[in-house]
């Protein structure tokens, strides 16, 4: 057990619509990241954020959008869902924001678009 | 643009054997370099890392790779394969010096055969 958990476990929807993941760091960690991972593309980094504050973006879609709450906890929300977004959907925490630090990964979302 | 390769999709060793899972990387600044493992049905672990110092980085579960500057490599082994070993190994880099972006390979399986 990671220390990082991720809500929902699972998640079935259909195309247009908007879904929001959760994710909760471990305790202390500041950092917080967010990866999609699919057949089609592979491991792909989303977004990081430290205290709040966003510190990295990666190949995140437009369509998709997400926060680093005070209580440090993340939210990644994906709205105009595709059949292509189909996907789980990591969350990793981390203590430091320099770069080389080590991540700790949720166990996912499965995201299932209909 | 930084990339990651991880040239074999998939590398079968025979238990006891020594095991390398390859990997090369392109970046433009300095790079930290990771190496991630991922069991079946479950979330990603952290294997390794080389952000400086010595090449050679020792990690989890007799894990080690070696940081080849000349060769922008960072290839993954282990001296002595174990059946438990068989997951789904990703690579990845970080660009420092640039835009943070994490890049993951595609990632190779490893079978480990008894």
């Known amino acids: 057990d990671s220390g990082v958990t991720q809500t929902p476990k699972h998640l079935i929807t259909a195309t247009g619509q908007r879904v929001t993941l959760r994710c909760s760091p471990r305790s202390g960690d500041l950092s917080v990241y967010w990866y999609q991972q699919s057949l089609d593309q592979g491991l792909q980094f989303l977004i990081q954020?430290?205290?709040?504050?966003?510190?990295a973006k990666g190949n995140i879609l437009e369509r998709f959008s997400a926060q680093q709450f005070p209580d440090l906890h993340s939210e990644l929300n994906l709205s105009s869902l595709e059949l292509g977004d189909s996907a789980l959907y990591f969350c990793?925490?981390?203590?430091?924001?320099?770069?080389?630090?080590?991540?700790?990964f949720g166990p996912g979302t499965r995201l299932l678009v209909l | 643009a930084q990339s990651v390769a991880q040239p074999e999709d998939q590398v079968n060793v025979a238990e006891g054997n020594p095991l390398t899972v390859k990997c090369t990387y392109s970046v433009s600044g300095n790079p930290y370099l990771f190496w991630y493992v991922q069991y079946p049905n479950r979330g990603l672990q952290f294997l390794l890392k080389?952000?400086?110092?010595?090449?050679l980085v020792k990690g989890s579960y007799g894990f080690e790779a070696e940081f080849n500057k000349s060769q922008t490599s960072f290839h993954l082994k282990k001296p002595s394969a174990l059946v438990s070993d068989s997951a789904l190994y990703f690579c990845?880099?970080?660009?420092?010096?640039?835009?943070?972006?994490?890049?993951f390979g595609k990632g190779t399986r490893l079978h480990i055969l008894p």
């Open positions: 080389y952000i400086t110092g010595d090449n």
């Open positions: 954020y430290y205290n709040g504050e966003e510190r």
């Open positions: 990793a925490s981390s203590v430091e924001v320099a770069g080389g630090e080590t991540q700790y």
């Open positions: 990845a880099v970080r660009d420092n010096d640039r835009d943070d972006k994490i890049i």
